[in-house]
């Protein structure tokens, strides 16, 4: 296994799931009720707040609504695109170690 297989066979399931989380966080803002200090809620807070909070300095809330879980999902998938997709770098250094 090469390292490039080796950093897509991890970068996929992470990049996955913290999209997932990101697009848990996005239904979350509909909800302000919800308690994020409780479960399960906080499953979904803590792993992503940290990520969040530099992007809340920089883009302010639109009409009362946090969009910086909606730019974290674009740079997620755009990582996992540019990175392991079908054309992704990594995917061709893999491909170009094993034909060499």
């Known amino acids: 296994m090469t390292l490039a297989q080796l950093a897509s066979w991890i970068l996929g399931p992470v990049l996955g799931i913290y999209t997932l989380l990101f697009i848990v966080r996005i239904v979350l803002t509909w909800y ?3 308690d994020g200090d409780r479960l399960p809620f906080n499953l979904v807070i803590w792993p992503t707040e940290f990520l969040l909070v530099p992007v809340r300095k920089v883009v302010p809330p639109v009409g009362g609504v946090d969009i910086s879980p909606i730019i974290w999902v674009g740079i997620t998938t755009l990582l ?6 079908q054309q992704g770098l990594l995917r061709i250094l893999a491909s170009a170690s094993i034909g060499s």
């Not at 996992?80 to 997709?85: F, T």
């Open 80 to 85: 996992r695109e540019v990175l392991i997709g």
């Open 32 to 34: 302000p009720q919800a």
